[in-house]
């Protein structure tokens, strides 16, 4: 069933997929499932670690009664501090759009351990603690016998009320991904005024000794205007590989960059130190002693380096 799936996740991993193709609704359709699935697993796993003291003990009313408060009250403080996320949440803007590399992959993979293992944003742990709110209380009005079974039959109902798209292993996706496969793989395309802007930010990234002096403009350049990955050589980073990690990162998440590709494996071929981004990446999220946590060191050199672009 997800043979076709795979396949179509491999090209988009490979930054054959754009938004200008046909496929591309596909591949988003896919990311949607993604998303509904990492939803209710999250879900489903706070489920069944409340089922086992729920059904053994003996004052139901007040086990639940307590979770549903506990959950409530974690609803309230979203809707107190962050009440522009609860609108947002609440008027179906969950935060779908912006599933990670990780969370993509694991979806793909069937790796739901890996999937539930992802950070998540504050708009799906609302949507999560929303959805499993309505779990706890169909629980409690649903006779205790039989409630683990009958619970695998009320989550695809909840999955269908959240839109929950039909996979489209069809004779469609199977011309589609070979119409895809034979696209050739082209660099990062820059969104705004690249004649201007990338001369701008050659010159800051030399001035800073984040790229070596001798690449030329037009190397830079080659970059980030669609060219052939065959044809790009690539660029030699001297400065921290965090940084380089942190510099991909921010051109891609404030679509300086066209979103058009895996940025992870192009820079792979674009930079001399591109191998394994997202690794680095991860390490300094994971950094909490920092003075600036979850930044590399020296962050502000790339910060610098992209403002007003």
């Given at each position: 069933?997800?043979?076709n799936s795979k396949?179509?996740f491999?090209l988009?991993e490979?930054?054959?997929?754009?938004?200008?193709?046909e496929e591309?609704n596909e591949?988003e359709?896919l990311k949607?499932?993604?998303?509904?699935?990492?939803?209710?697993s999250?879900v489903?796993?706070?489920?069944?670690?409340f089922?086992g003291p729920?059904?053994?003990s003996?004052?139901?009313?007040?086990?639940?009664a307590?979770?549903?408060?506990?959950?409530?009250e974690?609803?309230q403080?979203?809707?107190?501090?962050h009440s522009?996320?609860?609108?947002?949440?609440?008027?179906?803007h969950?935060?779908?759009?912006n599933?990670?590399?990780?969370e993509?992959?694991?979806?793909?993979?069937?790796?739901?351990?890996?999937l539930?293992q992802?950070?998540?944003?504050?708009?799906?742990?609302?949507?999560i603690?929303i959805k499993y709110?309505g779990v706890?209380?169909?629980?409690?009005?649903?006779?205790?016998?039989?409630v683990?079974?009958?619970?695998?039959?009320?989550?695809?109902?909840?999955?269908?009320?959240l839109?929950?798209?039909?996979y489209?292993e069809?004779?469609?996706?199977?011309?589609?991904i070979?119409k895809v496969?034979?696209k050739?793989?082209?660099?990062?395309t820059?969104?705004?005024?690249?004649?201007?802007e990338?001369?701008?930010?050659y010159?800051?990234l030399i001035?800073k000794?984040l790229?070596?002096?001798?690449?030329?403009?037009?190397k830079?350049?080659?970059v980030?205007?669609?060219k052939?990955l065959?044809e790009v050589?690539p660029?030699?980073?001297i400065?921290a590989k965090?940084?380089?990690?942190?510099?991909?990162?921010?051109?891609?998440?404030?679509?300086?960059?066209?979103?058009?590709?895996?940025q992870?494996?192009v820079?792979?071929?674009?930079?001399t130190?591109g191998?394994?981004?997202?690794k680095?990446?991860?390490?300094?999220?994971d950094?909490?002693?920092?003075?600036?946590?979850?930044?590399?060191?020296?962050?502000?050199?790339?910060?610098?380096?992209?403002?007003?672009l």
């Open positions: 069933m997800y043979e396949e179509l491999t988009w490979k930054g054959l997929i754009s938004p200008d193709d591309f591949f359709i949607e499932v993604a998303f509904i699935e990492h939803i209710y999250r489903s796993f706070l489920t069944f670690e089922l729920y059904t053994t003996f004052a139901r009313e007040y086990t639940l307590n979770e549903i408060a506990m959950v409530n974690k609803i403080q979203v809707k107190s501090n522009k996320v609860y609108a947002e949440v609440l008027n179906g969950d935060g779908r759009i599933l990670s590399y990780d993509i992959r694991a979806i793909f993979n069937l790796d739901y351990k890996l539930t992802q950070p998540l944003s504050l708009h799906m742990e609302l949507l603690y709110l706890l209380q169909w629980i409690g009005k649903t006779e205790n016998k039989g683990v079974d009958d619970y695998h039959s009320y989550l695809r109902e909840q999955k269908s009320n839109r929950w798209p039909p489209r069809s004779k469609r996706l199977r011309q589609l070979d496969a034979q050739e793989q082209v660099s990062y820059w969104q705004n005024n690249p004649n201007k990338l001369t701008e930010l010159q800051r001035d000794q790229l070596h002096p001798t690449t030329t403009v037009e830079f350049q080659a980030f205007t669609a052939p065959k050589q660029i030699n980073w400065g965090n940084l380089l990690a942190y510099f991909i990162d921010y051109i891609f998440e404030n679509r300086l960059i066209h979103f058009n590709t895996n992870w494996s820079a792979e071929k674009c930079f130190d191998k394994e981004l997202i680095s990446k991860n390490r300094y999220l950094n909490k002693s920092s003075k600036h946590p979850g930044k590399p060191k020296n962050y502000h050199l790339i910060d610098d380096a992209l403002k007003g």
